[in-house]
């Protein structure tokens, strides 16, 4: 998903795609383990987290606000935000949605998380590539704090290095809810 971060005073293109080696150890440690034949990632972008998946024979949908992946076979160009396709059969949602530029003060992947439960359901199993502030960077009056206690059960956390996504340096992990049989951690060593 591209976004130009205008928010600070070195502007930048937040266009982060996924590395290869997060693909390859999610299909080894993560995809393996679930009986997937329907994907949906709602910031597709490229298609480098769900690319592996298709050549597998799963049936991938897609949103993004570019066109810019050739690998979705039911592709929506929209703002996740307002997503309103009823779809149906999914059995696991990956994304790597854009960290920040939103103009209000709720990250990025808070609300694609949330919107993906709104769409699905609170067990629908889910790859997220999120900053670590998205989880531990909050009060005890957090309203987040709270939702991701309560609601929303984290399987497995993957811890990745600072420097894995080339260009760009910043405190990532993958959080993986509703998937059973996994490690708690797991460290992704490039």
Request: hydrophobic share 40%; glycine share 4%; with cysteine.
């Given at each position: 998903?591209?976004?130009?971060?205008?928010?600070?005073?070195?502007?930048?293109?937040?266009?982060?795609?996924?590395p290869?080696?997060?693909?390859?150890?999610?299909m080894?440690?993560?995809?393996?383990?679930?009986?997937?034949?329907?994907?949906?990632?709602?910031?597709i972008?490229?298609?480098?987290?769900?690319?592996?998946?298709?050549?597998?024979?799963?049936?991938?949908?897609?949103?993004?606000?570019?066109?810019?992946?050739?690998?979705?076979?039911?592709?929506?160009?929209?703002?996740?935000?307002?997503?309103?396709?009823?779809?149906?059969?999914?059995?696991?949602?990956?994304?790597?949605?854009?960290?920040?530029?939103?103009?209000?003060?709720k990250?990025?992947?808070?609300?694609?998380?949330?919107?993906?439960?709104?769409?699905?359901?609170?067990?629908?199993?889910?790859?997220?590539?999120?900053?670590?502030g998205?989880?531990?960077?909050?009060?005890?009056?957090?309203?987040r704090w709270?939702?991701?206690?309560?609601?929303?059960?984290?399987?497995?956390?993957?811890?990745?290095?600072?420097?894995?996504f080339?260009?760009?340096?910043?405190?990532?992990?993958?959080?993986?809810?509703?998937?059973?049989?996994?490690?708690?951690?797991?460290?992704?060593?490039?």
């Open positions: 998903m591209k976004h130009i971060n205008k928010n600070h005073n070195d502007i930048k293109n937040s266009t982060v795609y996924t290869k080696v997060i693909t390859d150890f999610l080894k440690e993560v995809y393996s383990k679930l009986n997937i034949k329907k994907v949906f990632d709602p910031a972008g490229s298609g480098n987290l769900v690319r592996d998946l298709k050549e597998q024979g799963v049936y991938i949908i897609g949103n993004d606000i570019e066109d810019v992946c050739d690998c979705a076979d039911e592709f929506y160009q929209s703002d996740f935000e307002q997503f309103d396709k009823k779809l149906k059969d999914v059995d696991l949602v990956v994304m790597n949605p854009p960290f920040n530029g939103h103009p209000k003060k990250l990025f992947p808070e609300i694609f998380i949330d919107k993906v439960f709104e769409l699905f359901d609170s067990n629908i199993p889910v790859v997220a590539i999120v900053p670590t998205w989880r531990i960077n909050q009060k005890v009056t957090s309203k709270r939702k991701i206690r309560d609601n929303q059960k984290i399987s497995s956390l993957i811890t990745l290095p600072l420097d894995v080339e260009g760009v340096q910043f405190h990532t992990e993958i959080v993986i809810f509703n998937v059973d049989g996994l490690e708690p951690h797991y460290f992704l060593d490039i």
